[in-house]
């Protein structure tokens, strides 16, 4: 349940890199625009990565403008200047090459980290301009991811199965979750395991994950990766005929959506994880408002 009055936004984050922002950013977004909703994606990874997987290689290394002329003092672009749609139902504001210089001089900024909500966010959800907000960051704490999580104050949390990947869970609680809390609030929507691919009926990293989350953040679980300690105890006396497949699965199609520039669900329609996805999308309507 929503503890604050959020904005209609919500930011993909944690302090890991490599464990799925980009993929369930762009794919969350593309979701809710599927069921019939306006959405703009902020892309604020001075990587890029994101923007690259959309086709907006060129205007990242090139483009005339980027979100730093609408966040700082000297900029002078307006959020619409900074917006380009794409074919598939929203629109995307990409990240830029000049993201890191972005960074630096938000540091030294007043006001530095309400410069998104303030200036781009928070108008365009009071004057109807969008139903949603999609925010990709960062693997590192700094002026940009801040940003994201205080212009949203809802944060959707992908892991995956290894130690690091929960250190980095650790991480995000206690340097940006808990601080940016005692200020303005933030709630966590979902904490999802991402790219599982072996049996959860053996003591593997997939297992530990899934099993780990249930027990400690269980009511962050997405539908499609609840297990409860029932469950876990009849896998292992091998009661079940067939063993649960939780979390949004390993799948080369994700790589291959990227490659072509597209989210999954366009690429390949078919593709059994984009239930889980629309699951996600869902989520975020009910915790976020519709
Ligand atoms: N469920 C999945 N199945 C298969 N591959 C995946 C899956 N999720 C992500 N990937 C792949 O893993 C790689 C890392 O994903 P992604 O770029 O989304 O992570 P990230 O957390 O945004 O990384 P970074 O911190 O570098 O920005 C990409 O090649 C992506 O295609
Ligand atoms: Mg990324």
Do not use: C, W
Not at 138 to 143: E, N
Not at 197 to 209: A, E
């Amino acid at each position: 349940m929503s503890t604050n009055t959020n904005p209609r936004a919500v930011s993909v984050s944690i302090l890991k890199g490599g464990v799925g922002k980009s993929t369930i950013a762009v794919n969350l977004t593309d979701r809710l625009a599927a069921r019939g909703n306006d959405v703009l994606f902020i892309d604020l990874d001075p990587n890029g990565h994101a923007s690259m997987g959309l086709g907006f290689k060129e205007v990242y290394r090139d483009g005339d403008e980027d979100i730093g002329d609408v966040l700082l003092d000297d900029g002078d672009a307006a959020p619409a200047d900074v917006i380009h749609s794409t074919e598939f139902g929203f629109d995307v504001v990409p990240s830029s090459k000049g993201l890191e210089k972005v960074e630096d001089r938000l540091r030294n900024s007043m006001f530095s980290d309400v410069r998104l909500r303030r200036d781009m966010v928070e108008p365009l959800l009071d004057e109807g301009v969008y139903d949603y907000v999609v925010t990709d960051s960062p693997a590192y704490r700094g002026k940009l991811a801040d940003n994201a999580l205080v212009a949203t104050q809802n944060i959707l949390i992908p892991l995956t199965p290894g130690n690091e990947s929960l250190a980095g869970f650790e991480r995000t609680l206690e340097r940006q979750i808990k601080p940016i809390r005692k200020q303005i609030g933030l709630d966590i929507l979902s904490v999802v395991p991402n790219r599982i691919s072996n049996r959860i009926d053996q003591r593997n990293s997939d297992r530990i994950l899934i099993e780990d989350l249930n027990e400690n953040f269980g009511e962050f679980v997405p539908e499609f990766a609840r297990i409860g300690p029932e469950t876990f105890d009849r896998i292992d006396d091998g009661e079940l005929d067939e063993l649960p497949k939780p979390g949004i699965r390993d799948r080369r199609a994700f790589t291959k959506a990227f490659g072509e520039n597209m989210p999954l669900a366009h690429y390949d329609p078919n593709n059994d994880q984009v239930a889980h996805l629309d699951t996600l999308a869902a989520t975020v309507e009910e915790e976020v408002g519709e």
